[in-house]
């Protein structure tokens, strides 16, 4: 990845729409995952955000109960009238739940990418599980820059701790650890020193935030 070009910069169109949903998820203070579903020319089609913990968005979005992921309300939100969900492409912050996993795999697209690994809820591997799950050719594209996945992992370890209860961030950053150890060094840090909260509060727009990001985590890493 050439770093001589800043990170948002150097993302493909239907990532920064993924990302800016997520960041919008973490502004009103929800699980930070976003999604997007592209054409097979990169035209962004639909998005969608977490909205667990959040009020009603537009059109047909889930929202305030635990089935309201950011891939459930990409995928409800896309006009398969009118397309052909075959050609289409679902963009995910994060590797998707057992949940986004079967209804992605049940709307006919055929190709997912996420942009950052899940070691406990992630569900990738459930492709080929069973006879019905391995009816279907599905093209899976994994994390590509880990630099976007230190900081989308940091995002949901800063938010964890912002809303811990009984200590359950701390288990579940333990099984993330292991695998992007950086990230979740980095969100504990930024959960520490309030500096990604103060971004959300001013509402610093997502292209400035995931650069700053950037710069943070290529400080961070040298000292780690």
């Keep these: 990845m050439n770093r001589q070009v800043r990170l948002w910069e150097s993302l493909a169109i239907p990532w920064q729409a993924s ?7 973490h502004c009103h203070n ?7 579903i592209a054409g097979p020319d990169g035209t962004i089609l639909a998005t969608g955000r977490n909205r667990i913990l959040d009020g ?8 305030g109960h635990p089935l309201a992921h950011a891939e459930m309300n990409a995928l409800v939100s896309m006009d398969y009238k009118s397309i052909d969900p075959h050609v289409c492409t679902l963009y995910t912050t994060m590797e998707p739940c057992p949940l986004c996993l ?8 055929r190709q997912i990418r996420f942009a950052s690994r899940d070691p406990l809820a992630g569900s990738i591997n459930l492709l080929g599980a069973t006879e019905y799950l391995s009816r279907k050719v599905i093209t899976v594209v994994e994390p590509e820059d880990p630099a976007l996945e230190d900081i989308l992992i940091a995002w949901h370890v800063e938010f964890n701790l912002e809303h811990d209860r009984d200590d359950r961030a701390r288990r579940l950053h333990a099984v993330w650890s292991p695998v992007v150890p950086l990230g979740v060094l980095l969100g504990e840090k930024l959960f520490r020193n309030g500096e990604l909260r103060r971004m959300r509060e001013t509402g610093m727009p997502v292209e400035e ?6 710069a943070e985590r290529d400080a961070f890493s040298i000292g780690v």
Aim: aromatic share 12%; charged share 10%; glycine share 14%.
């Design 19 to 25: 990302i800016q949903e997520a960041w919008l998820a």
């Design 30 to 36: 929800t699980v930070p995952i976003g999604a997007a």
């Design 56 to 63: 009603p968005g537009e059109g047909q979005s889930l929202y």
């Design 102 to 109: 079967g209804a992605f795999y049940m709307s006919g697209l």
């Design 209 to 214: 935030a995931l650069n700053m990001m950037e």
